[in-house]
């Protein structure tokens, strides 16, 4: 068999596939529609919640085979006429319409063949969002606050939800530390591109002789994880109480309402003192040990998926640097897919959604490299 005659044969098999895994996937839709208009679904509210996400994702790939559909049936059309029509006109416009419809073809293809990329079932979480300010004392700090000032303009222009769970202020200002609970559309399959070390280098404003600084912050998202996703044992908690600090009148000084969590068998802590009742912090407190402790089961599930990916940082070594802000020249690179942003002040008023584009597309692609070769 020829070279050509290969690929045409290997093209229409991929082809098949694609078309099966579409016919499918309409009648899961179908199925789906079915139960949402069952009157006992709506019975459990968790379950139509569900369906009615099913329901809404499948519709984006369904609207697409459609037309996909569609376009294949005129193309046929058109390839009818050329075969039998002796009209040199109607043979002309039949021949510039099957040229669009071919050209048309391909794009569809390439757009579904994206959409039936496995969607890793965490993406739809919401995400617990942490940045720490890291190497650089009060610089560090510093710029641990214009992340969180970049991030929380990028989660108001997506319409997200944001809780404040706990912060620890620099002493020159920023932060230490801040906490966030982030609730939306398909949040934790968004910010999980920016787990990692993120790298600034400018002058400080302490700095008298104007040499240019480096330092660093470190972001970690975890995906939310709720009681049926992972069982939490009491057994194995500490559960100290106090009282808060900062801003919040004088309940906040009288009443032990801040909570902290020791998990005995890892060590690992977490305090929450956003709520003005400890029954508050302490739900909070044990949603945020239990995406910790999850995210933990989560790395090691796909570490050898993150060593043969590279965009998957959320997966793989948190302390990896994966992006640099270059104040003097202006400039954002992220490392792990070598893309350089000449648009600084941009990125840091929140436009972050180019790179987590990027990230996007060089995942995706790595994944149809892997489905190619399976």
């Known amino acids: 068999m ?11 098999l991929n082809k098949k596939i694609m078309l099966e895994k579409l016919e499918a996937i309409k009648i899961r839709w179908e199925d789906v529609e079915e139960q949402l208009s069952n009157p006992d679904t709506m019975q459990d509210m968790k379950r ?57 073809q391909e794009e569809i293809e390439e757009r579904v063949r994206l959409m039936l990329i496995p969607v890793d079932p965490e993406d739809s979480k919401n995400a617990v969002f942490e940045i720490r300010g890291g190497t650089g004392g009060d610089e560090a700090a510093l710029f641990a606050g214009d992340l969180y000032r970049m991030y929380t303009r990028f989660f108001e222009q997506k319409r997200w939800k944001v809780e404040v769970v706990d912060v620890t202020e620099g002493t020159a200002g920023g932060y230490k530390e801040v906490i966030m609970k982030v609730t939306g559309e398909d949040v934790y399959g968004q910010l999980k591109y920016e787990s990692g070390v993120h790298r600034v280098q400018r002058v400080p404003d302490t700095e008298t002789q104007g040499r240019v600084h480096t330092s660093a912050a470190s972001v970690a998202v975890l995906p939310e994880v709720e009681e049926i996703d992972f069982y939490l044992n009491p057994a194995d908690i500490d559960l100290q109480t106090s009282r808060s600090g900062g801003a919040g009148g004088q309940n906040v000084n009288k009443v032990e309402t801040k909570v902290q969590l020791t998990h005995r068998p890892t060590g690992m802590v977490v305090v929450c003192q956003q709520e003005r009742s400890q029954l508050g912090n302490r739900e909070i407190a044990f949603e945020m040990l239990r995406s910790k402790l999850y995210d933990i089961e989560l790395q090691k599930r796909n570490g050898d998926i993150a060593s043969r990916r590279k965009t998957m940082v959320s997966t793989g070594d948190r302390s990896a640097k994966i992006r640099t802000y270059n ?12 893309l350089t942003l000449y648009n600084l002040n941009g990125v840091m008023d929140g436009g972050v959604q180019e790179l987590i584009d990027a990230l996007q597309f060089a995942e995706n692609a790595e994944k149809m490299k892997e489905g190619s070769a399976a």
């Open 2 to 12: 020829s070279c050509g005659k290969t690929v045409s044969a290997v093209y229409l």
């Open 48 to 104: 139509f919640a569900q369906l009615n996400k099913e329901y809404k994702d499948l519709t984006k790939i369904v609207n697409e085979y459609l037309v996909y559909k569609n376009v294949m049936s005129n193309i046929d059309a058109n390839k009818e006429i050329l075969t039998t029509e002796k009209d040199p006109e109607m043979r002309e416009m039949a021949k510039e319409e099957l040229d669009l419809l071919l050209k048309q």
């Open 327 to 338: 104040y003097p020249q202006g400039r954002v690179t992220d490392h792990r897919i070598g």
